[in-house]
């Protein structure tokens, strides 16, 4: 087991007492803004609302339309969440966000549970535009709407007919709800949400970022995390010490296969935000961004070559080293960010400075 | 990955080195010299003596310190340590792994007898911290029954050769309880349960989130009877109690860390009175401020008349006043967070950096060991 090496927090950053050797640009929060963040909500937003329009229309033709259109949308939404989800500071964790668009990990299957209570009960109420807001985050995000596409009951899998109506409608409700939560995340990062001024334009009057060192230290904190997240939650958990010991099914949306494009999305997604930063390094310094980036682009590689279905890929002794490879590579991703990148401008994470202690 | 077989068994041939004579563990653990003399400077204790965990050159330890940061006894730990169970009476202590922790390790103060790993028993670990209860028969540690997603206090028999051996829990009536105290009945607990669930497969990730809530629970250390339990109000459910202190008047003090978004700025400490809601103290706005959602460590002066909490990802220590809850002022320290009390009105912290400072509301701070780069104490600091 791998218990005892493992720890996942927010790493709370702190501003070092030693000046920066790289630079961020003066206007950091505008160029991540403007060059990652704003264009990754708005994808997102747009996605989930894809995807409503396109479970009603199938559940309006009982299943008579091609089925590949939802597919294909709920693929769109889920690759549009992995560029998303590792920006887990100011709006996305606002009023549960993260955790109405995506309650996972979900140690003790609350979401299987309530869904099924849910669709069970087949309360017209509970479906009503907007009314999924109000319940539990269990029911309202991307892991209830995968279990009803592609496990029970499965729309997907078997056309919806007269047996599935409520399923149906519950499904269309919850991207609506999802298109609701990613509208709000996109109002909140635009110029004129609160949080989208104040991460732009950090200023001594204000209540949130007042330096452009804290706006940096929100980024890598971000990156940070994410790379953490990324190995440690979704990737170690599955693997397990050896390709006997794997479990597919303890993946993030291991039922729709989704598990390993979304991984490289997420890692695609860090780079670009990265990229977006436009950190610049004196001489000396650039094998800092060199390497991160390079390591970043390593294992989204790795992970593109991947085309058989999870199970299949960590049963065989070779297709689980290359995801345990994929796991090597974020380490070393992460241990550049905290090691090299942070401290090269001026932020440093304390000892004491990880929470839940 | 690493072995955990391997790391066991570093762990207890470590742990046999430790009862033996300073000098002999350094060499058989190669300390470098600038610890090596602060090891054989065993015999110049002075005043109160003080524990705390560390991670000194790479390796994770338990230490006894007298109050300039003298080293009187170093216990080594497979991994890094949290906080301890305090027998002052006959001269032991235990130290808890950090969360999520698969380890204790009980020792004596003085060295005299090898100490003993304790191990959490299956689907259990521990949280990080302990009591021992005055008859030293017992021994009560918070933990995670994590399948079961809510907080226990494992008990251990801490009886002469009872081994320590884990003879019962009792809930704490909430989810991820961290620290306890014993109060001043000498038969009462009190525990944070932080409210925060996790899972050892996924570290300290919080799973719960949107419904997580913290609570204060009163139990009765004979049998586990929860006599009173309080909690903050609905809005501040993410408001996660951690750490607590008790004041000369019985009552007891928390800190907390606030797990919502950075806008939220609630006040982190409290002060609760048994038959009464919890106050919560906010401070200065701009101190609030600069302790960015979370306070590590609580401790009172020797007097139970200033509370101290630190704040290490705000670099200072706040005082406060006992009876009436105000702040009295601040410290200034990189990464601080252990603070122990020294003299009435007067406390030791220790810092993520190595630092060891005298501090207090008072007088400004007086510098004991400055930072050094091999060395980080760990959160909490502790008098014997």
Known sequence: ?357 | MRSMEIDRRRFLALTALAGLSPAVLRAATGLPEDMASRTDRLTAAEGPLYVAARKAHGRYEAVVLDMQGRDQLVVPMPARGHSFALDPARGRAVVFGRQPGFFAVAFRIDGSRPPVALKAVSERHFFGHGVYLPDGKRMVATENAYEAGKGVLGIYDASEGGDYRRIGEFETGGIGPHEVVLLPDGKTLCVANGGILTHPDYGKLELNLDTMRASLAYIDANDGRLIERVELTQDLHRLSIRHLALAADGAVWFGCQHMGPASERPALVGRHRRGHEPELFAGPEDVLRDCRNYIGSVAADPAGGVIATSSPVGNQVLYWDAASGRMLGTTRLSDGCGVAPLAPGRFLVNSGMGALVQAGPAASAQSILTPSSGLSWDNHFRRL
């Open chain 1, 1 to 357: 087991m791998l218990k005892t090496k493992q720890w996942i927090s927010a790493a709370v950053m702190v501003i070092a007492p030693w000046p920066a050797l790289a630079q961020a640009p003066s206007d950091l929060g505008k160029h991540l803004a403007d060059g990652y963040a704003r264009p990754a909500v708005a994808k997102l937003a747009e996605q989930a609302d894809h995807l409503q329009q396109a479970l009603k229309t199938w559940c309006d033709s009982s299943g008579q339309a091609d089925v590949k259109g939802v597919q294909q949308a709920f693929a769109g939404t889920m690759q549009a969440w992995a560029g998303v989800e590792f920006l887990r500071f100011g709006p996305l964790v606002q009023g549960n966000r993260y955790e109405k668009l995506a309650f996972w990990p979900d140690t003790r299957g609350v979401m299987q549970r309530q869904v099924r209570a849910l669709l069970a009960a087949a309360d017209p109420a509970a479906v009503a535009p907007g009314a999924l807001a109000s319940r539990s985050v269990a029911m309202q995000g991307l892991p209830a709407l995968e279990y009803v596409l592609y496990d029970t009951p499965g729309l997907v899998k078997s056309a919806p007919g007269k047996d599935t109506p409520y399923a149906c409608s519950y499904a269309v409700a919850v991207a609506g709800n999802v298109a609701a939560v990613s509208d709000e995340l996109q109002q909140a990062w635009s110029p004129e949400g609160e949080f989208g001024r104040q991460f732009t334009a950090p200023a001594a009057g204000n209540d949130l970022y007042r330096t452009q060192q804290e706006v940096a230290a929100e980024a890598i904190k971000a990156l940070s995390t994410g790379l953490q997240f990324a190995r440690d939650v979704k990737l170690l958990p599955v693997l397990g010490d050896s390709a006997q010991a794997a479990r597919a099914q303890r993946a993030a949306f291991w039922r729709s296969g989704s598990t390993v494009p979304m991984l490289a999305a997420n890692i695609k997604g860090m780079r670009a935000f990265y990229d977006a930063g436009a950190y610049r390094y004196p001489k000396g310094e650039e094998w800092i961004g060199a390497s991160l980036t390079g390591e970043l682009d390593r294992a989204a590689e790795v992970l593109d070559t991947v085309d058989e279905p999870l199970q299949q890929l960590l049963a065989d002794g070779a297709g689980w080293q290359r995801l345990a490879l994929v796991g090597l590579i974020l380490k070393n991703a992460k241990d550049i960010v905290d090691q090299n990148f942070a401290p090269a401008l001026g932020v440093t994470i304390g000892f004491n400075a990880l929470d839940g202690d």
